[in-house]
């Protein structure tokens, strides 16, 4: 963990039910940032094609440094360095049951919003979880779980013409230094660091906040991002402190992700 | 109505519990930007020793179009135009509850947010309805009651030195004229219209994401609005349409609002 914090990355970024459109997004841009992505599915012949199929698409684009991406079952996935996982709702329990124990002390990424849609727009699923985010950290209680990436749009991540320059990603978690790893992965996408949004709890309103979002998207006719006027856009990690939401160091950091 | 859409803007605005620091805020900005405020309390002599204050800090700061700001008792600030109600949230039924005659027909402004604090920060108070918006409307079913003014704090509207600048305002409603209206409002304070953000429904999540907000500017020492880069800066109010979200034309605008 300290290498991360050190300004080093995760050697290997994993994908769970990446073959959806926001996990097919987020392993194109972190393979085009120069990151080994394995993209994860139930069914590992169909996420090779997919991977495949994005690969094809992403090319070399001028990088000396690209990374790769490969598609595999969600098991073989979920044995990166950093773990997200881009489930819907509905499949989390599916997808993360399994893993449990190859889960194991690892940093996972709630992407998830649980959103459904109807004629008036997106709107917030009832669900006895406060937020998927929470809703994976009881699942996986021997994981340092984080919430990250619920306002960065599937079509913004797939649109080669788009840039995220303009977007922030909020992160948010209980454990200080798990965070700290997954706002440095962000610099990948948007070239800042993600801002610290404080506890896992937040997840509850920046994931249901995407309803609003695509609600303010589909009427401009954009594909927008939330930003931060004041939130300085040079931050470093070290800005912020493990303790200024009471959250926990690492106690559990293990080898597996250094 | 129709003269609002054209260009025109409300004679007077009210703020009801103005005396906080969000309503004084907003009532401050709105006098600076030329409108004749009226700030409210149950208390109309401590309204009135609050406007006070706040106009001697306001002064003529050069403008030769300056607006009026004056403390009154609840039920006069009522008879604005537009009414604006700042109230804490376990306030809001005191408050409307023997204003329901006085504010029929009137376009209504919710920016109450049901936060708590405690040493992590703020959160979402549980609460039967699913908004302050919602319940708002439901407390006054013959107002056009919009959503608003949610994630500009305190302390920036009420900073001397602080510009709106860079942040957005967020309008949300299920009446479009009554929205736009008070999208047109919003160009007084940001210099831009407010955002259409959808449905009255969406207020759920726009309220609780100030919750996330709070933490964000606790955590980095500013205080930030939020934004949206791809929203084009200058947006008519006529870009979107009544029909958009299966939202309702006013059906009973009455010559109070003309």
Known sequence: VSAFLAGGLPQSLGVLSGTGPHGRGLARRFALAGHDVRLGSRDAVRAAMVAERLMARVGHVG???????????????????????????????????????????????????????DATGA??????????????????????????????????????????????????????????????????????????????EMARHIEAFTAVLISINKQYGVQSGVAFPQVPALRAIEATGPMAFGELPDLHSTSESA
Chains 1, 2 share one sequence.
């Open 123 to 200: 709107h917030r699923l009832p669900t006895d979880a406060p937020s998927a985010a929470e809703h994976v950290a009881a699942l996986l209680p021997d994981c340092r779980v984080v919430g990250a990436f619920h306002h960065l749009s599937a079509s913004l991540l797939l649109d080669p013409a788009a840039s995220l320059a303009g977007s922030e990603v909020l992160v948010c978690g209980d454990r200080y230094e798990a965070k700290a790893i997954v706002r440095r992965l962000c610099h990948s996408l948007t070239g800042r660091v993600g801002i610290d949004a404080g506890r896992l």
């Open 63 to 117: 990088r000396s440094t690209a990374g790769s991406l490969s598609g595999v079952g969600n098991d073989e996935a979920a044995q990166c360095d950093v773990v997200i996982i881009a489930a819907a709702w509905e499949g989390c329990d599916e997808v993360l049951s399994p893993l449990t124990g190859q889960l194991h002390g690892k940093v996972v990424v709630s992407c998830v919003n649980p959103l459904g849609f």
